[in-house]
């Protein structure tokens, strides 16, 4: 890497921490939406670390992550460069929605075309005017429509490089899941850059648990990447608890409409045949109760309390 470090047509010395505004787009009024990204260098050449959040609007706890490791001051390397976007999809923000404007999920349109709709843009964007500069990223996400997702890390199961990093990440689990078409990780990797997806907590929500593990995570791949010297606050429970790998996966989905009571906690193991919950209707004429099908760990929890016949309730991984 270079001395001359330049992104969105700035230069940004060493030892600089500099507020850019990516310019992209503006509401229908005219105001311009900007999406700020925080650039820290340090006083010597390294790697790039991509953090970034927002990519679904309403997926808060992920945009917290990133403003407690800016606001501490952690983004400020001793070596390399920390870029922060702590909102990517602002309207989604603005609007407590998951989508852009136009409907689309920002998601599944990279890598953008310039000339494509609003989210493609943005996509394009992101792609051609931050990610060159970019060698690793942590993409942090939460669950979604009420599903609270336990604090894991996806990753791709043939690249060893990104599994030795999810395990110096040291979230509680480490899920393989396929890069899909069209999704920012998959973008990232078609042009060799390393992305650790974080998944934790649900939308329009807070976790406090689920926060400490995502900036934890983000601590331990700055030090282990020389970037910064954080031997006194790296986590030493992945030494005595070693993230347990999740090789495939499966949903339970409700068989019938009605009022959802779960019986266990995400998180958690989970026997075969043990009782997982039940839905009843709301007159007191029946109440069905499910059971667990195969032994695993409760990945994911729908907590909402009305549940449609099909809707995904509990996500249930394997080893």
């Given at each position: 890497?270079?001395?001359?470090?330049?992104?969105?047509?700035?230069?940004?010395?060493?030892?600089?921490?500099?507020?850019?505004?990516?310019?992209?787009?503006?509401?229908?009024?005219?105001?311009k939406i900007e999406?700020?990204?925080?650039?820290?260098?340090?006083?010597?050449?390294?790697?790039?670390?991509?953090?970034?959040?927002?990519?679904?609007?309403?997926?808060?706890n992920g945009i917290e992550i990133v403003?407690?490791?800016?606001?501490?001051?952690?983004?400020?390397?001793?070596?390399?460069?920390?870029i922060c976007i702590p909102v990517l999809n602002v309207f989604g923000f603005l609007n407590k929605s998951r989508e852009f404007p136009d409907g689309r999920d920002l998601n599944r349109?990279?890598?953008?075309?310039?000339?494509?709709?609003?989210?493609?843009?943005?996509?394009?964007?992101?792609?051609?005017?931050?990610i060159p500069k970019v060698d690793y990223c942590i993409d942090y996400?939460?669950?979604?429509?009420?599903?609270?997702?336990?604090?894991?890390?996806?990753?791709?199961?043939?690249?060893?490089?990104?599994?030795?990093?999810?395990?110096?990440?040291?979230?509680?689990?480490?899920v393989y899941s396929k890069n899909l078409e069209k999704t920012f990780r998959k973008s990232m990797a078609n042009i060799g850059k390393k992305v650790i997806l974080f998944e934790g907590g649900k939308s329009l929500n807070l976790d406090k648990t689920v926060t400490k593990v995502g900036v934890q995570g983000a601590i331990n791949i700055l030090h282990y990447l020389g970037m910064r010297d954080?031997?006194?606050?790296?986590?030493?429970?992945?030494?005595?608890?070693?993230?347990?790998?999740?090789?495939?996966?499966?949903?339970i989905r409700a068989k019938r409409s009605g009022m959802y009571r779960s019986y266990i906690n995400v998180g958690q193991k989970v026997e075969k045949g043990v009782k997982l919950g039940s839905i009843s209707d709301p007159f007191g004429d029946y109440e069905t109760v499910f059971k667990n099908p195969q032994e695993g760990y409760v990945l994911n929890s729908n907590h909402s309390p009305i549940v449609n016949q099909g809707d995904a309730i509990l996500h249930i991984g394997f080893e």
């Open positions: 890497m270079l001395n001359d470090f330049k992104i969105l047509n700035q230069r940004i010395g060493l030892g600089q921490t500099v507020q850019l505004k990516m310019d992209i787009a503006q509401l229908s009024i005219g105001t999406v700020p990204i925080i650039v820290s260098r340090g006083l010597k050449e390294g790697p790039c670390l991509l953090l970034i959040a927002g990519i679904h609007g309403d997926e808060t403003r407690q490791i800016i606001a501490s001051g952690i983004n400020k390397p001793e070596k390399g460069t920390v349109a990279f890598p953008g075309s310039s000339k494509g709709s609003l989210a493609s843009r943005f996509a394009f964007h992101l792609m051609n005017k931050v996400h939460t669950g979604g429509a009420q599903r609270f997702n336990y604090s894991q890390v996806r990753i791709d199961a043939k690249d060893e490089e990104t599994l030795k990093l999810a395990k110096i990440f040291g979230s509680p689990y480490i954080f031997y006194s606050k790296i986590s030493k429970v992945t030494v005595e608890n070693p993230p347990i790998i999740i090789k495939s996966s499966k949903w």
